[in-house]
């Protein structure tokens, strides 16, 4: 059945006619409303004085921090001390949506349209609306596209770069990925493993899938995300788990593991409502675990064969151990998703839409679209390292338009090798290293079967490599998303990897490097 659409002047009037704005009365609901003509919602809300202010969802936008932003919804004031109190609510505010990367609204209760910004020229990067910037948005049919034109007035330019190397993609950037993400929410009763190399977006799916169910009224208060870099072994992994579903429990989980499994029982509701635990950055833990006795792995599973919860595990390497070890509690009974790169489609999406959506013009967009692709190999932080770039320069500039050449020049540039090297560095090791840079060095672009490499390293090289060795660091190198194998060979996944070592390491002494262990 069609949803009716809303009456405008209705909520307006029952709005305007509330004091103070109260966000589960009137004003909340003009403030649902809104939110749901922006396909959007309404994350939390509260009272601050008399203001009513809302948490809001807006990352369909496609610009940075717009998956959570605070909206602020007053009325306004002849009285000078009422007026100066909402100002400095209203920057209090905006600080604290600057300091989260996301922005700060204000909507003005008032008959006609007669904000002053002009009155406060210093709350720059405030979006400010009014009956008719709200009025349109209701009667207009493309409630967003006048949103986002309403946003790109007020606010610089500079802070709606939409690409981000820093955290995983939210909202509309977040691209690909489908059949991953469709099994990890649909399917409640499988456990999952997710794997693939550093900054393939594991975290970004996990994230992703987690918001998606945390939407859903029946799981909100049952998805769980834990970020598990830190930890270490039974006792940190099982507190920091406590102190997030029950902190009452925190004291009891050093006296017996097993009540981490009692902490699971009581709060799914002895398995009628299980917990949706997600965990990314596994590795330490999982490496932990190999050492010693399996004991939070055993409790997790314990608490996953009663149905008090269903785990989604991520990591780049040592996770592996979880479901490869013969004696890990896990053993082949976790579902393992490896990311790969992505397509030309969702490049293409990732990268150019973006720039579109800004009003920056695109020359080419297809040919551009396959360069950044051939470019990144589908990796999505090295395609948002060249948007968030790009999209500096291109604001630097007089002209708002993209062209090839800017890729280009950015492509020679420091910062990128710097960029690519610290993606190496940072997911290989030592023989890994030794293989992918010999094989940069050489001027054979062909791609190296294993005993290629054997010939090349032992026969020639005279290093003393077994064919294991070989086979590990190629096999790692196709893991980390540096190789690609195919029928039976090995070479780069994008140019940009060879042509950055080779000139990052031209005089590189191999043998040195494999006596000495220099890499």
Same mark, same amino acid.
């Given at each position: 059945?069609?949803?009716?659409?809303?009456?405008f002047?209705?909520l307006?009037?029952?709005?305007?006619?509330?004091f103070?704005?109260?966000?589960?009365?009137?004003?909340g609901q003009?403030?649902?409303?809104?939110?749901?003509l922006?396909?959007?919602?309404?994350?939390?809300?509260?009272?601050?004085?008399?203001?009513?202010?809302?948490?809001?969802?807006?990352?369909?936008l496609?610009?940075?921090?717009? @998956?959570t932003?605070i909206?602020?919804?007053v009325h306004?004031?002849?009285?000078?001390?009422?007026?100066?109190?909402?100002y400095?609510?209203l +920057?209090?505010?905006?600080?604290?949506?600057a300091?989260?990367?996301?922005?700060?609204?204000?909507?003005?209760?008032?008959?006609k349209k007669?904000?002053?910004?002009?009155?406060?020229p =210093?709350?720059?990067d405030?979006?400010v609306?009014?009956?008719e910037s709200?009025?349109?948005?209701?009667l207009?049919?493309?409630?967003?596209?006048i949103?986002?034109?309403?946003i790109?007035?007020?606010?610089?330019?500079?802070?709606?770069?939409?690409? @981000?190397?820093?955290?995983?993609?939210?909202?509309?950037?977040?691209?690909?990925?489908?059949? +991953?993400?469709?099994?990890?929410?649909?399917?409640?009763?499988?456990?999952?493993?997710?794997t693939?190399?550093?900054?393939?977006?594991?975290?970004?799916?996990?994230f992703k899938?987690?918001?998606?169910?945390?939407?859903?009224?029946?799981?909100?208060?049952r998805?769980h995300?834990?970020?598990?870099?830190t930890w270490?072994?039974f006792?940190s992994?099982?507190r920091?788990?406590?102190?997030?579903?029950?902190p009452?429990?925190?004291?009891r989980?050093?006296k017996?593991?097993?009540?981490?499994?009692?902490l699971f029982?009581?709060n799914?509701?002895?398995?009628?409502?299980?917990?949706?635990?997600?965990?990314?950055?596994?590795?330490?833990?999982a490496?932990?675990?190999a050492?010693?006795?399996?004991?939070?792995s055993?409790?997790?599973?314990?608490?996953? +064969?009663?149905?008090?919860?269903r785990?989604?595990?991520?990591?780049?390497r040592?996770?592996?151990k979880?479901e490869?070890?013969?004696?890990?509690?896990?053993?082949?009974?976790?579902?393992t998703?490896?990311?790969?790169?992505?397509?030309?489609t969702?490049?293409?999406?990732?990268?150019?839409?973006?720039?579109h959506?800004?009003?920056?013009?695109?020359?080419?967009?297809?040919i551009?679209s396959?360069?950044?692709?051939?470019?990144?190999?589908?990796?999505p932080f090295?395609i948002?390292?060249?948007?968030?770039?790009?999209?500096?320069?291109?604001?630097?500039?007089d002209?708002?338009e993209?062209t090839?050449?800017?890729?280009?020049?950015f492509?020679?540039?420091?910062?990128?090798?710097?960029?690519i090297?610290?993606?190496f560095?940072?997911?290989?090791e030592?023989? =890994?290293?030794?293989?992918?840079?010999y094989?940069?060095?050489?001027?054979?672009?062909?791609p190296?079967? =294993?005993? @290629?490499?054997?010939?090349?390293?032992c026969?020639k090289?005279?290093?003393?490599?077994?064919i294991? @060795?070989?086979h590990?660091?190629?096999?790692?190198?196709v893991?980390?998303?540096?190789?690609?194998?195919?029928?039976?060979?090995?070479?780069?996944?994008?140019?940009a990897?060879?042509?950055?070592?080779?000139r990052?390491?031209?005089d590189?002494?191999?043998?040195?490097?494999f006596?000495?262990?220099?890499?």
């Amino acid at each position: 059945m069609k949803r009716k659409k809303p009456d405008f002047d209705s909520l307006w009037e029952n709005a305007i006619n509330e004091f103070p704005p109260d966000p589960s009365g009137a004003v909340g609901q003009l403030i649902n409303e809104w939110a749901n003509l922006l396909g959007s919602e309404v994350v939390r809300y509260g009272k601050e004085e008399n203001t009513a202010v809302f948490l809001i969802d807006l990352s369909q936008l496609m610009l940075r921090g717009l @998956d959570t932003n605070i909206l602020m919804v007053v009325h306004p004031t002849d009285d000078p001390i009422k007026e100066k109190r909402i100002y400095e609510l209203l +920057e209090y505010s905006a600080e604290k949506a600057a300091a989260a990367h996301c922005l700060c609204f204000v909507l003005f209760l008032q008959q006609k349209k007669s904000i002053s910004r002009k009155l406060h020229p =210093e709350l720059i990067d405030i979006v400010v609306m009014d009956r008719e910037s709200i009025r349109k948005q209701f009667l207009s049919g493309i409630t967003d596209t006048i949103l986002f034109n309403i946003i790109t007035k007020q606010v610089r330019i500079s802070r709606l770069c939409p690409f @981000d190397t820093t955290c995983p993609a939210r909202g509309e950037m977040f691209v690909g990925r489908r059949e +991953e993400l469709r099994s990890l929410v649909q399917n409640l009763d499988t456990n999952y493993l997710v794997t693939g190399s550093r900054r393939v977006g594991k975290s970004s799916l996990l994230f992703k899938a987690s918001d998606i169910l945390k939407r859903r009224k029946e799981l909100r208060d049952r998805v769980h995300m834990f970020y598990c870099e830190t930890w270490g072994g039974f006792k940190s992994g099982a507190r920091h788990i406590a102190n997030y579903i029950d902190p009452r429990e925190e004291e009891r989980i050093d006296k017996a593991p097993f009540n981490l499994v009692k902490l699971f029982r009581v709060n799914s509701n002895y398995g009628t409502k299980p917990l949706i635990l997600f965990f990314d950055e596994f590795d330490r833990v999982a490496d932990n675990e190999a050492k010693g006795d399996w004991t939070l792995s055993r409790c997790l599973l314990n608490a996953v +064969e009663k149905k008090y919860i269903r785990v989604t595990i991520a990591g780049y390497r040592s996770v592996l151990k979880l479901e490869e070890t013969v004696d890990s509690p896990f053993y082949h009974k976790l579902i393992t998703q490896r990311l790969s790169p992505l397509d030309e489609t969702d490049a293409f999406s990732l990268f150019i839409i973006p720039f579109h959506r800004l009003g920056i013009k695109v020359v080419h967009p297809d040919i551009l679209s396959k360069k950044i692709l051939n470019l990144s190999g589908g990796y999505p932080f090295v395609i948002q390292f060249y948007g968030e770039r790009l999209f500096q320069k291109i604001i630097q500039k007089d002209s708002k338009e993209l062209t090839v050449d800017d890729i280009q020049v950015f492509e020679d540039s420091f910062e990128f090798d710097e960029y690519i090297i610290g993606h190496f560095l940072e997911n290989t090791e030592k023989f =890994e290293r030794l293989l992918a840079i010999y094989y940069a060095l050489t001027d054979d672009n062909e791609p190296w079967s =294993e005993d @290629d490499f054997r010939k090349k390293l032992c026969n020639k090289e005279k290093l003393n490599l077994t064919i294991e @060795d070989i086979h590990k660091a190629a096999r790692n190198l196709v893991l980390a998303n540096i190789f690609k194998f195919q029928n039976g060979s090995y070479s780069f996944i994008f140019p940009a990897f060879r042509k950055q070592l080779k000139r990052h390491w031209k005089d590189l002494d191999i043998r040195q490097v494999f006596t000495m262990g220099a890499l």
